[in-house]
Structures are given as C-alpha cells and as structure tokens.
C-alpha cells in the first residue's frame, strides 16, 4: 500500500522531508523552512527546503533555501525577521569531521536567496551534539538563543543585542527520562486562559537511542517555569507530553507571528519507524499549525493547542462514507452516553478505533489491520491520554491521508497519528454504551486541481 499525499498538510511534493526550520512570518506569508533531502526520500543531504502560504492550509513550494555543500550538511535551526525586513537564520553545520556548530544566513529578498556568514561557523563548542538553535526575542530588547547539548540533554543559551556577538548566559537540564537525546527546543511566553497572566513553555523533543532503545519512539514535550537573567528555570521534575500521539515531532513556533500569537508546527513523523513509510515519491508531512496557550485546571498549567482548521460541512449522524480529507466534529452527552467509540475504516482490514471513556478518564487511538502490521513491528497498537479537564463529549478529528490528529478536553488533549487508512474511501462510524448515537459533523475537504484545498482559508490564529 502507497500512502496518498496530504492535501491541506505541508508535504513535499517529492523526497524527504523531517524537522520544521525558520518558521517565520513575513511580507503577510507565513514562510516554513524544513529539513529536506533534494535528492531522495529517504534521510540524508540534509538542507532547507522552503515552502509558503498566505494562510497555514494552501502552500507554495519554493526552489531549496539553504543547500548542503561537500563537507557540511545544514541541519535545524530558526530564523528571526529583523526591524528592516532582513531575516537571519541560525542553523546547525553537521561537519563530517563529527563537528555541529552553528553557523548564520541572511536574506533580503523574503527568504528566497540566502548568504552565508564568512565567519561561520559562530558558536562553536567543538561538540558532537551541539544543535538546534532556536532564536527568540527577550521582552526589553535583545535576543536568546537556545541550542541542545543532545547528549547531555542540557539546552544551553547565549544571548545577544544584534544578533552577531554571542554569551553563554547559563544551561537547564537533564531532566527526565535518561536514554533519549534532547532535540528541537524552543521557548515561549503563553497567556493563561481567563488571566492577564503569561508564563514561560519550553519545548522539547526525545528521542530515544541506544540499543535498548524505547520501541515508543520520539516525543514531544513542555515545562512551564520563568526565565531568569537569560535562562529558563523551573521547579519541574520531570518533562510532560505535548502530544499523547506516536507522530509529533519536532515542533516550535513562528517569528513575528501576527499578534504575537504562538503559533506551532511540527513533523508528523517518528524516528522509530519514518524511513519506511509506503510513499513515494515523497516522504514526510507537517502536522496542521497549532496556536498555543494555557490554562490552569485544578491549580495546574496545561498547554493547550488550537489547529487551523478548515470550515466544517452539514450535520450527519451514524455511519458516515467520505473521502479521506475531512474534519470531523463529533459531539454528545457523556452521561447520556458513557464511553464512545469512533472506528474509521478503510482500505482492506485498516482500522483505527477512538475511544472516549468518561469513567476512566482517558482518550486512546489504535491502529490496526494488516498494512499497519507490516508498516513496522512498533506501528500498530494502541497509544491512551489522559483527560484533563471536566468531561465534556467533544472530540475534533483531522483527516489528511495518512495523517490523523485528534483534539480533545478544548485542545488539552492531543494525539497525533500516521494512519494507514489507503487513499479509497472511509467509513466513520460512531457508536455508544447506549442507544444514544454521537453526532458527527463532516466538513469534507473540496481539492481543485493543483491538489490544494479549495475551500476558504481559516480566520488568522488567536493572539498570544
């Protein structure tokens, strides 16, 4: 079975396509940078490939922004806009000597034509592991940067008045589980729900290595906590899940956004098993752009994630048939109900079942069925999340090919998914403890013929 390729999902049209880099907002386009392999679907020749779109849900592909050279391979990094219109990136150079650094870029034509600093590499630690530098303003004035020591699980942080000259200014970590490296961080101020409060997020991605690697695979994650003199500290003891889901990677958030909302995209992808997924010849999604925010459920912060989503269509109830591009919005009465079951079936014996379970207080997806099976010994099986806030029957599921992200608890609760549904069409059923039938409404995804969505784009995200 071959994969179809997402429609309203940033995803190549060709080769291979992982972490989201340079996220920015610019000349009223929001520009995504990303790891990119020109020359195959498969890992490798790392460079930044450039897409852009004046809405988050229909994208442009562009020429490759930052190209590996004979020695270097350009992996992830970030790019900030400056007052002038020009942008910097900050990127790690993978030397094949076994050296990451971070190296500079700037463009002055919105992205499209970069050059590279004469001095780089500018931070250099002599490091293996050094990577992933993620520039954020500093409420006052000035900048930060965080990049991992990977290994170590320690993000380090530099900060700077103009982008140029560079001091360490302190590291937070390890933290969590051991076995994994840290990756991909990013840091933001959030508002809290119903407050005029904001506190720091640090994001992370793990990745677990090693021979006795965790099957799971890679992971998002946050902390809340302060930043402080040029470091973020916290009083957390260990790291909490972004993403209850097997697929979501990677993620930060845009510059400049308008607003200053928090608005997030990550890789649909996990390194456990990303190098075989059936497509060709493209290889890779991202995730639909994410707003982010907080809110206190019983003295407690939790992240809260909003997507960009297209409209949704007319009310339908029971067994619904669409094509596998869809938003679906399903709704009941827990009391009314107990536990509801939602099973999307398609091609073959494909299977994925979601369960709302009001008692337990959970929210599981499984995939099932023989493509999942041979996909990869760790693909099929069943992930389960917590349910944080006051029940309530409302579960947001989004349908993009083989790309399934569910929301959950008013966005407090996300699993995010590679499905192995086929590109015919899919039977969604919705059934209950009761006779009480969920209701579910289907916003079907109209395609024209370039292959983008041709409904109307989405309202712009919530201001942070």
């Not at 050094?130 to 699980?153: C, I, S, T």
């Not at 993000?155 to 990756?183: M, N």
């Not at 997507?307 to 109830?317: C, K, Q, R, Y």
Request: proline letters at 8%; aromatic letters at 8%; charged letters at 20%.
């Amino acid at each position: 079975m071959s994969l179809p390729r997402p429609r309203f999902h940033l995803a190549p049209a060709q080769n291979w396509m992982n972490d989201p880099n340079g996220l920015v907002f610019a000349d009223d386009r929001w520009h995504a940078f990303f790891q990119f392999n020109p020359e195959g679907n498969d890992w490798g020749n790392m460079s930044w490939g450039h897409a852009s779109s004046p809405d988050l849900l229909h994208w442009d592909e562009h020429p490759v922004a930052l190209r590996h050279r004979p020695g270097e391979q350009i992996f992830s990094g970030s790019i900030v806009s400056g007052d002038d219109g020009t942008l910097t990136a900050f990127y790690t150079s993978a030397y094949d000597r076994g050296i990451q650094a971070q190296s500079r870029a700037t463009s002055v034509d919105g992205g499209f034509t970069w050059t590279m600093d004469a001095a780089n590499p500018v931070l250099d630690r002599t490091s293996s592991d050094f990577r992933d530098p993620k520039v954020v303003r500093v409420p006052g004035g000035g900048w930060l940067m965080l990049a991992v020591e990977a290994v170590e699980r320690r993000v380090v942080f530099y900060a700077s008045d103009d982008l140029t000259a560079w001091r360490e200014t302190g590291s937070f970590g390890p933290l969590g589980p051991e076995g994994v490296v840290w990756e991909c961080p990013d840091l933001v101020r959030l508002p809290v729900e119903g407050t005029t409060e904001r506190a720091w997020v640090l994001l992370l991605s793990t990745n677990p290595v090693g021979d006795d690697a965790d099957p799971e695979g890679s992971a998002m994650h946050y902390v809340v906590g302060d930043l402080d003199d040029g470091v973020f500290r916290s009083p957390a003891v260990d790291l909490r899940p972004l993403d209850h889901g097997r697929d979501c990677y990677a993620g930060v958030t845009f510059d400049s956004a308008p607003g200053g909302a928090a608005v997030m995209l990550a890789w649909m992808g996990n390194w456990r098993y990303a190098h075989v997924v059936p497509t060709s010849p493209w290889r890779g999604a991202m995730s639909l752009p994410r707003t982010l925010g907080l809110r206190r459920i019983d003295g407690v912060l939790h992240l809260v994630q909003h997507p960009v989503l297209p409209p949704p269509g007319a009310v339908e109830t029971g067994a619904v048939v669409i094509e596998p591009h869809a938003v679906l919005d399903v709704r009941w009465d827990p009391g009314a109900t107990g536990t509801v079951r939602l099973r999307l079936e398609g091609e073959a014996d494909a299977a994925v079942d979601v369960v709302h379970d009001p008692v337990a207080r959970t929210l599981s997806v499984s995939r099932s069925g023989r493509a999942a099976d041979v996909l990869h010994p760790d693909f099929a099986g069943i992930r389960s999340a917590p349910l944080v806030g006051p029940t309530s029957g409302a579960v947001t599921l989004v349908l993009d090919g083989p790309l399934l992200e569910v929301f959950s608890d008013d966005g407090a609760t996300v699993l995010s998914h590679l499905v192995t549904l086929g590109a015919g069409p899919v039977t969604i059923a919705a059934s209950a403890e009761t006779d009480v039938v969920p209701s579910v409404r289907v916003g079907a995804v109209r395609v024209g013929a370039t292959g983008d969505p041709a409904q109307e784009g989405p309202a712009a995200p919530a201001a942070a």
